[in-house]
């Protein structure tokens, strides 16, 4: 049974994605990730020296703020930089620069559903333009779940609403192998089957949820695709970015 | 590489308190390995959970809870108030988790905790997520009036696994909640009957006589398990929170539907087969605490 | 989401309206009412006490005298903020916070900015601040419900915290308030009475050393009162450092029965939920 989509999409059709990097002069790394009408402009200042207070002083410390487009912060802007915050670290090699303080600055500039991935991936393309090392990528997704049991990817915020449930899913991205196949098999496997990050809102059966782990991970390919077109050809474009 | 050999013989002369506080991390994998954890438990059980009601008086529900050493303390109070324009006949619930200085070493009276205001997100998410409250049931006058229910849940001892403590004490506030019986006055304000002789007030008067509990449809409850290498640790006391740095919290409800996986990052990637033991843990867990939460309220119906 | 950035409705408690315009159950001149809980004038609460109520601190104390219920946590002694100067005797930390449930309306945040340096003045002279130098001992204290005489429940709670958490003292401190209401002295009152007080005195006594550490007097007294009024107190603080007293022997005595030395982890008595 297909369902229908408001703006006439397939339910594995992402809204187009926009991508830009180094749009904020004063930052050591920016980037604007727009999926359809929600964008989200991310700055990284970074490495800073010093940590704060109670974090290790042996490994960098990465400290997220989040600004939402109207209003004051408040308690789900505060859950919002704590996910993002965990996130990063996670694909983030903190054992590079200890000792240091790395800020990430989010600003929503619209919300038009899926705000969270957004937002990971915009971090994600900031902090490759900052230079900051980093394990794997990180791409995110949101699936939906409707009444009638289907998956729906990348939903608006009216599609949100009315759905039964959603999940918010950050993946590591897929890997693009130069060695041949077989060797470190092992480990490759791992990283593609991982789950980063996962906030649900709304109940679903176990099964459903596992459904949206499917679909998730399966569109996380063409993600990573326009991830590394986009970030080869600005590389490409610019002459080496000192300091 | 003299370093680390010199570390591990000075583990084994120093007695367990030293190493624990020095090499936290190595004291902690020593245990994994003979499959224990410091505290005495096999890996995979979580600890044994008490609730019981809590005796604030002035509250209309209340309920205390005992996860380990955590203690958590709800209270709900319910107050009225008009109803939005688009919204005439849904009350509406506000949730605030409170971390007072008491707790935990780490709050102090000007700072406070930073993952308090992220756990009370998270309560009123789960808790509107999980359908356990109907919002027309707290509608009063439609359109006029409606209960606001305010949940104010106190940690009151912090040793890890906050949210699931918190949780279980807010099903339980809830399960343990007798909405007073109110009757409009003559200036429009819905004011409480006193229970002994409502012999001048009418029987009309009275705005929601016979509606004295929720019909609570199916009641959260949640495990927190947190990742390290390998394994699965369910229930990580505040000790093993700060070793370990990624955390999955499963939340289902009494009809096994999952109400929220939550895992916020963390360098431990989760695979499917290790979501899968988080969410049967999480089952196994969810009939102890259901069978606590039974008993008490029957011990509290009978008094 | 829905009700993101919408500001909480402003709702009101249906609670019938307050008794503050109720005249006092005592007329003046009266020198025979009954007290609304029956108790005699001289008569003090039950009060029921237990260390050891908060695993996370280094000590911790939980009191209940009739409806009001405190729990005070110690921690310490530990590292002075940076921002401190040098100092070679130690330094006492208090504060005092209400939950929201504490009082019948909720949210009315009552003025009682005051006792958290009321609690600091009580407290400091019973403790040895030079056993614990460059270091700072943090007192906190949570009013779970507050039925009346506050403070010095406070105050004594924390003293039995201070003890539980091994921080070395002269004494205990034992605190107790008077009220005059009309001709009558009234000994720990609870809420009500203390809203038609026309004077009030609380004392923080050391019984042992029989030294007073604090002494807060409000309103109109004359001498023959102040007199009868402190003689009364100091009479109640020492029963009540007494009871003190046994319930610190007894959490000594069931915890040497249950510590048998300790291998990683932390058998701290058995306590009840």
Known sequence: MEIDRTDGRSPNQL?????????LHRSHGSASWSQGDTRVIAAVY??????????????????????????????????????????????????????????????VVHDDGSLLPCAVNAACVALVDAGIPLKHLAVSICCCLATCGH??????????????????????????????????????????????????????SVEDYFHCLDRGRAATARLSDFLRKNLQSQVLGEGSKAG | ?????????????????????????????SHLSISTRPDGRPLKSAREAFVGPGDVASADGSAMTKIGSTTMLAAIKMEIMTPSADKPDEGSIAVEFYMPPICSPLVRPGRPAEIAPVISKQLYDTIMSSGMIDLKELSLISGKAAWMVYL??????????????????????????????????EEGRLTIIPEEGNGNKSDKDVVNKG????????????????????????????????????????????SGHLVSLYKPGGPVLAQTSTIQDCIALTRQRMTDLQKSLDEAITEMKVD | MTGKGSATPATYSPSPTSRKGKPPAYKDGDLNWARPDGRGFQQCRPAYFRTGAVNAASGSAYVEIGNTKVIVSVFGPRESKKAMKYSDIGRLNCNVSYTSFSTPVRG???????????????????????????????????????????LPIVISCASLALADAGIMMYDLVASVSVYSLGVNLVIDPISEEESYQDGSLLISYMPSRKEVTQLTVTGEWSTDKINEAMNICLDACGKLGEIMRMCLKEAASVSSEVNLGRPGGRLKGLQGA
């Open chain 3, 108 to 150: 009315q945040q009552l003025d009682h900015k005051e006792y958290s340096s009321m609690l600091h003045k009580a407290l400091e002279g019973a403790i040895i601040l030079e056993s614990f130098p460059k270091t700072t001992v943090d007192v906190f204290a949570l009013v779970l419900e507050s039925g009346g005489s506050d």
């Open chain 1, 151 to 204: 998956v729906i990817l990348d939903p608006t915020k009216l599609e949100e609403e009315k759905m039964k449930a959603f999940a918010y899913l950050v993946f590591p991205n897929s890997i693009n192998s130069i060695l041949p196949e077989g060797s470190s098999h092992t480990k490759s496997k791992q990283l593609e089957d991982g789950l980063v990050t996962s906030v649900t809102h709304g109940g679903m």
């Open chain 1, 46 to 107: 970074g490495p800073k020296a010093g940590t704060k207070k109670n974090e290790n002083p042996e490994r960098a410390c990465l400290e997220v703020i989040w600004k939402p487009k109207t209003g004051q912060s408040g308690k789900e802007e505060k859950e919002y930089e704590t996910i993002l915050k965990r996130t990063l670290q996670s694909i983030c090699i903190l054992t590079i620069n200890p000792n240091t303080t790395t800020s990430i600055i989010i600003q």
């Open chain 2, 152 to 185: 104010d849940i106190y940690c009151l001892d912090a040793d890890g696994a906050l949210f699931d403590a918190a949780l279980y004490s807010a099903a339980a506030a809830f399960s343990f909640l007798q909405i007073p019986v109110v009757s409009l006055s």
């Open chain 1, 15 to 23: 809204r187009p994605l926009a991508c830009s990097r180094g749009i």
């Open chain 2, 1 to 29: 590489m003299g370093l680390p050999n010199e570390s591990g013989d000075l583990l084994s002369k120093m007695d367990s308190d030293a190493s624990r506080r020095l090499f936290p991390l190595r004291f902690y994998e």
């Open chain 2, 211 to 254: 509606k004295r509990k929720l019909t609570i449809s199916s009641l959260p409850f949640s495990l927190t398990c947190g990742l390290h290498k390998n394994y699965i640790l369910p229930d990580p006391t505040s000790e093993e929170e700060t070793l370990m740095e990624t955390f999955v919290t499963v939340v289902l409800n009494s």
